[in-house]
């Protein structure tokens, strides 16, 4: 469902943490350091990810009548208001990315 885009956010986020700690080619020691605003950002994506599962889970638990329906229809919109909320901070990140690979050097 909408989760894998959200899985491949948080893989990305993890390949960067660990290619900055590996010390790779072309990192300065300032780049190595674990920062606040990755943290932020990997603890942001977590919690999307965690929003979409609780979601799926009471939808399932709908199914079989354990859960009632205003807790499905509030947990559906969060995880759409948490889906639409990490797509706008995608496209601001590639609009940003863009910005910078379109600056003279």
């Known amino acids: 469902m909408a989760i894998a885009p959200l899985q ?24 190595t350091q674990a920062s606040p605003f990755a943290d932020m950002v990997k603890g ?9 599962k609780t979601s799926e889970n009471v939808s399932m638990a709908a199914i079989t009548d354990r859960a009632d329906m205003n807790q499905v229809v ?3 919109a969060e995880a759409e208001a948490t889906l639409h ?12 990315y863009r910005e910078i690979l379109r600056m003279p050097v």
């Not at 909320?85 to 940003?96: G, L, M, P, Q, Y």
């Open 74 to 76: 509030t947990a559906v």
């Open 8 to 31: 491949n956010a948080a893989n990305v986020a993890s390949a960067y943490a660990k290619a900055t700690q590996s010390g790779a080619q072309g990192l300065s020691a300032r780049d």
């Open 44 to 52: 942001a994506v977590q919690q999307a990810i965690n929003v979409q």
């Open 85 to 96: 909320a990490v797509t706008s901070i995608r496209d601001k990140i590639i609009d940003a």
